[in-house]
């Protein structure tokens, strides 16, 4: 599957963005979907998964209760909105899909990453 994120860019502190990753194919809804993240100098972590066939979404500590994840089986796509945005979400963020039920660490598909800077 490839995957494809957008609507990344530059946001003031306590705004909202919302990222689209579209995924081609016609097994979208097979996968488990998901967000990761890398701010500059940092390993890569995980931010939030929704898994496949209506299963549950979960969230990174530092994210939740500020950011949704969705999915639309019938577009192909996954969304992740961002409220409350703060300067430490500034980073990469890189959509992903995966084989299996529950979004994993490695997952088997990358997107190419979109970036969200939040200013102070």
């Known amino acids: 599957v490839q995957l494809q994120a957008s609507g990344g860019g530059l946001v003031q502190a306590g705004g909202s963005l919302r990222l689209s990753c579209a995924a081609s194919?016609?097994?979208?809804?097979?996968?488990?979907m998901g967000w990761f993240r890398q701010a500059p100098g940092k390993e890569r972590e995980f931010v939030a998964g929704?898994?496949?066939?209506?299963?549950?979404?979960y969230y990174e500590a530092s994210v939740k209760g500020r950011f949704t994840v969705s999915r639309d089986d019938a577009k192909n796509t996954v969304y992740l909105q961002m409220n409350s945005l703060k300067p430490d979400d500034t980073a990469v963020y890189y959509c992903?899909?995966?084989?299996?039920?529950?979004?994993?660490?490695?997952?088997?598909?990358w997107g190419p990453g979109t970036q969200v800077t939040v200013s102070s």
């Open positions: 194919g016609r097994t979208f809804s097979r996968y488990s």
């Open positions: 929704i898994s496949r066939a209506g299963g549950p979404s």
């Open positions: 992903a899909a995966d084989t299996a039920i529950v979004l994993s660490t490695r997952p088997d598909y």
